[in-house]
């Protein structure tokens, strides 16, 4: 125990000394800037323009072309993980949701935010900020754990992890209640809603009752978008139907062609092959194409919807004199998803509904593996699992006169560093104590610097843990395991993106020291064996 504990200390010392030295270049503007947080939900890395996708997405690819593009940024593979680690710069099991929402006796895996941390809101909040979140939030579920109760002045969205956007109340799940909420109040939605419409209407709105404050602010603008069930408006659907007829194979290799033109992927980059779960394209009937067609230009409506009401942010900042000092990040919050819609976990109303055309506001659907395949191009495996296919993520930062310009970073950098960075730009000190409570210190180091063009040395080494898959990632190599097999495999990223070669029996002695480290880090962490943690109580997917 002591030799691991001496191995994670030599890990976070020079994790200390790399954080110390990007502190040397820091954020100079006078004017401290807003800082808007955009996160998409199970969303694949090729799925918008500037990362491969044929979906239309103007706004992310503008905000690219004059921002910065980090093409090996990561999360934490799944919805809840992910939001937590995101909001605390912790990783996500040392803030309270080493799992899910699921509420269990296990401090790190109770399934909401603990006080050893505090959120970018509260953070910011005490700095001078005003705090503002719409949508999604699934972090914590009972009234005191929502997000007025975790720094955020204003909030509207949903408490849940994923609804109808329809009829966004509407339970899918036996005994289960979904809220919407305006600030500390439950909502009940009017007519003619859609989700991503409705969620961006609250943001518009705080950023325009923001104007009579003389304080920058910060908005957590968490999409539901693309999450299932797949449901999409009419003239939204109108514009993809029919472009997926020419199949999955053809998609992944034309998204994957413009990867590799586009810089965010080698040259010499290999595409992972069809998932086995996938058949070929051509043993389908012609009412199962057209059916995987109607589900894929659905899916691609709900991400050009989101990017249109991102277009309507970006409009509402320019019209308040406030686009040119405001930082924009954008993400997801782990890779495409390859969830069905069956089984008992779903109501018989539901599980009815699932047969339905996409294309039917009352229908409840996923586009499972098939679609997910294409939406991780060119990585294998998908939300859940650590490989690449669960934790990748496009991520794009823009803010004008400050981001270089039209540039692509390739260093690995994670979610834990949102904290740091935000701070950073804003600058604001990370708390020791708060709410007479000691606050963990960050994991995080903020990406500013490599955000403004300049050297960052980056972390020593990121650690992955979710429901027994594990991975570590130090420099080019990156030791990955999926449960149940629990195998380690190792990769070299540099020249195996896609994980295709595992190279553990040819390197031991990597392997070897790898393991070490993930494993001094699970003990600082409080990461539990999956199989011995408690059962779930409640049921969450």
Not at 146 to 170: E, V
Not at 287 to 299: G, H, L, P, S
Request: a positive charge; glycine letters at 8%; hydrophobic letters at 35%.
């Amino acid at each position: 125990m002591k030799k691991i504990s001496l191995v994670f200390a030599g890990v976070f010392l020079l994790g200390y000394v790399a954080s110390a030295q990007t502190k040397k270049k820091t954020v100079t503007t006078k004017k401290r800037p807003n800082i808007i947080l955009i996160l998409a939900d199970d969303m694949g890395y090729s799925d918008i323009g500037c990362f491969g996708s044929e979906t239309l997405t103007p706004n992310l690819d503008e905000l690219a072309k004059t921002g910065t593009k980090l093409t090996q940024f990561y999360n934490a593979s799944r919805c809840c993980p992910t939001r937590a680690s995101l909001m605390t710069g912790l990783y996500q099991h040392q803030a309270g949701v080493g799992d899910m929402v699921n509420t269990r006796t296990q401090p790190a895996y109770q399934g909401y935010l603990n006080q050893n941390c505090v959120t970018i809101a509260e953070a910011l909040k005490q700095g001078g900020y005003n705090t503002y979140m719409a949508g999604k939030w699934h972090i914590g579920q009972a009234p005191e754990h929502w997000p007025t109760k975790r720094g955020f002045d204003h909030y509207f969205g949903l408490i849940d992890g994923a609804s109808s956007y329809f009829t966004p109340t509407m339970p899918y799940r036996p005994n289960q209640k979904l809220t919407i909420a305006l600030d500390d109040k439950e909502y009940t939605p009017g007519p003619n809603w859609y989700s991503t419409n409705a969620y961006a209407d609250y943001a518009v709105k705080f950023i325009d009752g923001n104007k009579t404050s003389n304080k920058p602010f910060f908005l957590y603008m968490a999409f539901t978008s693309p999450h299932w069930p797949v449901q999409a408006l009419p003239e939204d659907i109108a514009k993809y139907k029919g472009k997926y007829m020419k199949g999955w194979d053809i998609l992944r290799a034309e998204r994957f062609a413009r990867q590799k033109a586009a810089g965010i992927l080698p040259q010499d980059a290999q595409l992972s092959p069809r998932d086995k779960n996938v058949p070929e394209w051509d043993s389908l009937t012609a009412e199962e194409k057209d059916r995987w067609d109607t589900k894929m230009a659905v899916y691609a409506a709900m991400i050009d919807r989101m990017d249109q009401n991102i277009g309507r942010i970006r409009a509402e900042l320019k019209k308040q004199h406030q686009d040119k000092n405001t930082v924009i990040m954008f993400l997801s919050d782990n890779g495409a998803s390859n969830e069905s819609i069956k089984g008992p976990g779903f109501t018989p109303e539901v599980l009815a509904a699932n047969n339905k055309p996409a294309s039917d506001p009352t229908s409840f659907t996923a586009y499972e593996y098939w679609g997910a395949n294409v939406s991780n191009t060119p990585f294998r495996l998908f939300k859940h699992w650590e490989y690449e296919g669960g934790t990748a993520t496009p991520f794009i930062a823009n803010y004008p006169g400050v981001v270089k310009a039209g540039s692509i970073s390739k260093q690995p950098a994670h979610i834990i560093d949102l904290m740091a960075t935000c701070l950073d730009f804003a600058r604001v000190p990370y708390p020791k104590t708060y709410n007479g409570n000691t606050i963990l210190p960050t994991e995080g180091m903020s990406i500013a610097p490599l955000l403004e063009g300049h050297k960052w040395t980056g972390h020593n080494a990121l650690f992955f843990e979710h429901e027994g898959n594990r991975a570590v990632r130090q420099g080019d190599w990156k030791l990955v395991s999926q449960r149940p097999e629990n195998k380690w495999e190792l990769y070299n990223i540099s020249t195996d993106r896609a994980e295709l070669t595992d190279l553990s029996a040819k390197y031991p002695e990597k392997v070897k020291a790898l393991t070490d480290m993930y494993n001094a880090w699970a003990e600082h962490a409080g990461v539990i064996p999956f199989e011995k943690l408690e059962k779930r109580k409640g049921e969450e997917f």
